[in-house]
């Protein structure tokens, strides 16, 4: 058994950059540019929504100057999904709504990371529905863009837990009879400490709630629209300016730390508002768990790990 344990050093909020990789130099080094974090060219329909949450990741990327060690991309499955194939850094492409509780491993056994978590509505609130609720409660530090397009892309055209009353589908071909969910009030109510609503069709918003949500010191969640061109063409022109639809932002009046507030934003009518609709700043798993493992460690303290293991076995005796 190894002694020897390296010390993985704690992030809080702030500049991912600022704390050293365990393994490398700690002197200035250059930002990657696109060139080196684009891996696959993405398999995406033409037009798709997605290239363009892509895109911006690659710039959020370059422009926070963030190396690839200090980063990791995780999705589920579907369209969206496919994302951590066309990233050139440490990522993983996971079972079908197991994103988060895998992301959540890696976030709490690496808190000098930040970990980004793409996917679809099906992946988030279909089979992946209550680790969502679980994750945003536990406030484990990570950002989560959902990438929502109001349909099942990948299995071409199932009615999913967003797509409207009335949807024809292949599971639905009379039309949705059943009321879809609210991505922002069901992330408010299970506990996500950032909430925000961007649209692909704006891409300085989109990077905009990418970057507000990385700096969030706990769990962030980010409804991206994202359209389908396939299967659901059109669905989000209502909010988009050069389709006749209007981007309206959360009004400056709005106080994101107001619970009721936010709820009540997320309550109007497509196409609603875009922006920050709550933040807090409550502690997170990871420094709970922290406080914890050190406590633990101190009364371990000078003994080997075959000494530590015997005295647990010990103690089950
Ligand atoms: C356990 C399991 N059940 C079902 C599937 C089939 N499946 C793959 S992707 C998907 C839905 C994807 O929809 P969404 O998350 O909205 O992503 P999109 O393709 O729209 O981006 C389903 C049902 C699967 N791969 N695994
Ligand atoms: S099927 Fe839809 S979601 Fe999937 S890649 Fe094509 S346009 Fe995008
Ligand atoms: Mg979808």
């Known amino acids: ?33 696109k060139k080196e974090i684009a891996a696959d060219h993405p398999t995406w329909c033409p037009g798709c929504g997605d290239f363009s ?20 991309t995780v999705a589920g499955i579907g369209c969206s999904s496919r994302f951590p194939y066309f990233v050139q850094a440490h990522g993983v492409h996971y079972i079908h709504g197991r994103a988060l509780p895998f992301a959540s491993g890696i976030s709490l056994s690496r808190p000098d990371l930040h970990v980004f978590v793409f996917g679809g509505d099906g992946d988030a609130f279909s089979i992946g529905g209550n680790h969502f609720n679980h994750t945003a409660r536990k406030n484990v530090k990570m950002t989560y863009v959902v990438m929502d397009n109001w349909v099942y892309g990948l299995t071409k055209k199932q009615t999913s837990p967003t797509s409207p009353l009335g949807f024809k589908s292949k599971t639905d071909t009379w039309g949705a009879v059943d009321y879809p969910i609210n991505p922002m009030k069901q992330a408010i109510a299970a506990g996500a400490t950032f909430v925000a609503r961007t649209t692909h069709s704006n891409p ?45 932002l959360v009004p400056p009046t709005h106080d994101v730390t107001n619970e009721m507030a936010a709820y009540k934003l997320a309550d109007e009518p497509f196409p609603g508002y875009f922006g920050i609709f709550y933040k807090n700043n409550k502690p997170t798993k990871n420094t709970k768990e922290i406080a914890i493992n050190t406590s633990a460690m101190e009364k371990v303290k000078g003994l080997k790990d075959h000494e530590i293991l015997q005295k647990t076995f010990d103690r089950l005796k």
């Not at 700096?215 to 988009?240: I, K, P």
Request: hydrophobic share 35%; aromatic share 10%; glycine share 6%.
């Open 1 to 33: 058994m190894n002694d020897t344990k390296t010390e993985i050093p704690n992030r809080t909020a702030g500049n991912i950059n600022s704390v050293p990789s365990p393994a490398l130099p700690t002197e200035e080094r250059k930002g990657l540019t």
């Open 53 to 72: 949450v892509l895109a911006l990741y690659f710039k959020l990327i370059e422009k926070r100057k963030i190396w690839h060690e200090k980063i990791t």
């Open 204 to 248: 300085n918003h989109v990077l905009q709630m990418m970057e507000a949500a990385m700096d969030h010191d706990g769990f962030s969640f980010v409804e991206c629209l994202s359209e389908c061109v396939e299967f659901y063409e059109g669905a989000f022109d209502a909010s988009n300016p050069r389709k006749g639809g209007v981007f309206n």
